[in-house]
């Protein structure tokens, strides 16, 4: 295969199809949606086939436990998957959207529209749940999208994606608004973040390394994110049942996702009282404790074990079920902790103070400020976007989970009646 010109191809049906797609209705886009929801469910026992052949093939090549977990589907992540989609459809079609319009002195009536981005290309890992997410809300916001997987979800790609082009054909859209890249070789990359003329915006989905390669070489704009370097700051006025709750959820809830608790932070006044029960509750589940001197010296008593924390490991996303803990002064060393160390994904406090929680959410630079709340929540399905094409950390052009307004833009529109200047 040229791949090169394999690309070419794709690309240029990729930008016919988004012209087709960005006439079509609310109505039309929501029909494919709600076709493929029910597809996915019908083709449930295939794609669960075809993601054994996935797991099959990543065991034997040594993938570790995290990657294995992205990559699993079951009867639960594939209903989740058609509940997205289901959710998507429901929501307001941002495209066409008119809003801020004013009359100026002129007598001309200027304001803004939403529109799609165009063409977005997706690379991503594991997860063959992003096949199914990425495609349905380029194709709400009414852009076309080239999704590249990787080479270890190919079966599970590729079964997804005849789902998806089953819901096009039947609502009358071209296949070609989604097209999921056949070929597992990695020059595809580069030829997707290098088509200017066809690709509008690239969103890469993966570890650190990807995302590195990709926003390094890539000439069409990227909306990313490295990595989730997520804290949990328990303040000294916090209730200890919240406190527990929510940092055991946030770590082990699911460890190899951006949204997990990597570090915990705890007030020096209530260390005491959380910490011993909480080491109890993590030693359960078999999480490694990497503790500052402070933190370990409250746990001499306990049975659990505990590992020194070193200055790497504040700046580490584990994915794993491995949590740094360390315990600081107050709220000033919290926030400067965070400051320093924080990959700007989400931070969450727990408190009782009113004044405090204000202060956190106003102080700390994050895409997502949480008080009394989980950092799993950091998602763009529980914020009510339906599904997420990732979560970015950069400050332009969005920033927190991309849902459906973040994969448009605006133009200004301008209403004249034969104004001349």
Sequence with gaps: MDIKQYMNEVGQRARQASRALVKANSNTKNKALLAIAEQLEVSMDTLIEE????????????????????????????????????????????VGEISDMKFQPSGLQIGKMRVPLGVIGIIYESRPNVTADA???????????????????????QAIAACIKYGLELAGLPSDVVQVIETTDREAVGELISMQEYVDVIVPRGGKGLIERISGNSRVPVIKHLNGICHVYIDGTADHKKAIDIAY????????????????????????????????MYEQEGVELRCCERSADVLTQSPVKTVAATDEDWDTE?????????????????????????????????????TRARRFLAEVDSSSV?????????????????????????????????????LTSQKYIVLGDGHIR
Excluded at 77 to 84: C, D, K, L, T, Y
């Design 318 to 354: 584990y994915l794993s079920p491995v949590l740094s803990i360390r315990v600081v002064d107050g709220m000033d060393e919290a926030i400067e902790h965070i400051f320093k160390h924080s990959s700007g994904h989400t931070e969450s406090i727990i408190t009782e103070d009113f």
């Design 135 to 157: 495609a349905a809300l380029c194709m709400k916001s009414g852009n076309a999208a080239i999704l590249r997987g990787g080479s270890e979800a190919l079966h599970s790609n």
């Design 370 to 406: 949480m008080v009394n709340a989980s950092t799993r929540f950091a998602d763009g399905f529980e914020y009510g976007l339906g599904a997420e094409i990732g979560i970015s950390t950069d400050k332009i052009h969005v920033r927190g989970p991309v849902g459906l307004e973040g």
């Design 51 to 94: 993601n054994n052949k996935d797991l099959s093939a990543g065991k034997d090549k040594g993938l570790d436990d995290a990657l294995l977990d992205r990559l699993a589907l079951n009867e639960e992540r594939i209903q989740g998957m058609a509940e997205g989609l289901r959710q998507i459809a429901a929501l307001p079609d941002p």
């Design 249 to 280: 959820n946030a770590k082990t809830h699911r460890y190899g996702v951006c949204n997990a608790m990597e570090t915990l932070l705890i007030d020096a006044a209530i260390v005491d009282e959380i910490l011993p029960e909480l080491a109890k």
